[in-house]
């Protein structure tokens, strides 16, 4: 079965295509919500001759709707669904040969860190880390060797940097590699790296595009046919696929993604803007976050995003600190992942960055006080009082 192209969706504007792309109505109930399909297998007309579904691990009607949904979103021709990010990016890694390598942007989430180097590594795929976002360093690594796959974030995880996705694409396409890029912070709404020049977006559904912390899943989009088959065979085949009830719930989610992201950003910049002020008096060692006029990433930042993004980091003067900070906020829930409604922070040296060796680690910035923060859509009032009753108590 052949995924649909976006078709006639692609002349609305994004917030229709949030509510509509992939959601029409149900054609046999009028459902204006997309049925959960809890089907595992569908009856067959005769041997062979199907009504386009046979097995639910192959194809879902829920799941089609929200993989036309994602590809919409992200201008892409074709969309596939999985049961997480990770699976996503390894289903994206079974693609490469034994021998091959990857090139990854050095600061990146710990998942993609720990899969490439603990997992494909055992089955002779070889990686390398590059600061993409110094293009004469990434340059010099494209062309000292062949790598099948340039990956990026931008921002990356934890450290906000910003990479240039359109040189990026151009320097990696011009030494016969193909670019993945995590978009999983800014989300389709606030950037659409295809359009810069990737090849390939991956998200993990679980944070912005679900949006309520209630769901584990992952995408990928193309518009590249060829990659896309080898995907979707794959996907089959591995099996890492969601259940129709999450895909459900990412669709819910994605009606109202425009919405949240906006309050994401301005409580993101409210929460910059109070952070800066601490720096600047000594209170933080250095923030992160490519909204503030003083970061080296605004400029670009202002040029590929629509806006900044609802995550940012800083570092406290100690692991001490931080971990007094965590523990004094109220409103600011101590946890792993991020994008959902409610406002959460983390230690990523000692929680989603933990399977990065500490040297490691310390060299590309990621102290043991480094704080990331999710900002939620909570009253920013109440997230800056909250900030300013826990750095006073330490």
Avoid at 6 to 29: C, L, M
Avoid at 163 to 190: G, M, Q
Avoid at 277 to 300: D, V
Wanted: proline fraction near 4%; glycine fraction near 8%; hydrophobic fraction near 35%.
């Amino acid at each position: 079965m052949s995924k649909k192209e976006i078709g006639n969706w692609g002349k609305y504007r994004f917030s229709t295509r949030a509510v509509h792309a992939g959601q029409e109505p149900d054609p046999a109930t009028g459902s204006v919500n997309v049925p959960i399909y809890a089907t595992s297998t569908y009856a067959q007309e005769s041997p062979g001759v199907t009504k386009g579904f046979e097995y639910s691990r192959t194809g879902n009607p829920t799941r089609e709707a929200l993989e036309n949904s994602i590809a919409s979103l992200e201008n892409a021709r074709y969309g596939l669904a999985f049961s997480s990010g990770m699976g996503a990016i390894s289903t994206i890694g079974n693609v490469m040969q034994s021998k091959d390598k990857i090139l990854i942007c050095d600061d990146t989430y710990g998942g993609t860190y720990r899969v490439f180097t603990k997992v494909f590594s055992k089955f002779s795929v070889g990686v390398d880390f590059v600061d993409a976002t110094k293009l004469d360093l990434l340059e010099d690594a494209l062309k000292s060797q062949h790598y099948s796959f340039l990956l990026i974030e931008s921002p990356t995880n934890p450290l906000m940097k910003v990479i240039d996705i359109e040189k990026s694409s151009e320097t990696a396409h011009s030494n016969n590699s193909r670019v993945i890029v995590d978009n999983t912070f800014p989300t389709p709404y606030l950037s659409n790296p295809l359009d810069l020049g990737a090849d390939i977006v991956v998200h993990s559904t679980t944070k912005y595009l679900g949006g309520h912390s209630d769901i584990i899943g992952g995408a990928i989009a193309t518009n590249d046919t060829k990659l896309f088959e080898e995907l979707k065979f794959l996907q089959n085949a591995v099996g890492a696929v969601p259940s129709p009830f999450d895909c459900f719930l990412v669709l819910r989610g994605i009606r109202t993604l425009p919405l949240r992201m906006d309050r994401h950003c301005d409580n993101a910049r409210a929460l910059a803007k109070f952070l800066n002020e601490l720096k600047e008096k000594g209170r933080l060692k250095s923030l992160n976050y490519p909204g503030l006029s003083r970061s080296p990433y605004h400029s670009l930042a202002t040029k590929q995003m629509r806006n900044f993004g609802g995550i940012l980091s800083f570092e406290m003067n100690s692991k001490k600190e931080a971990t007094s900070l965590l523990e004094q906020l109220r409103l600011f829930t101590i946890a792993e992942s991020l994008g959902g409604v409610e406002s959460l922070i983390e230690l990523p040296a000692i929680m989603t960055h933990a399977s990065v060796p500490e040297k490691e680690r310390n060299a590309k910035g990621v102290t043991d006080s480094l704080v990331r923060v999710s900002v939620g859509i909570e009253d920013k009032q109440d997230l800056l009082e909250d900030f300013s009753q826990a750095l006073d108590k330490i």
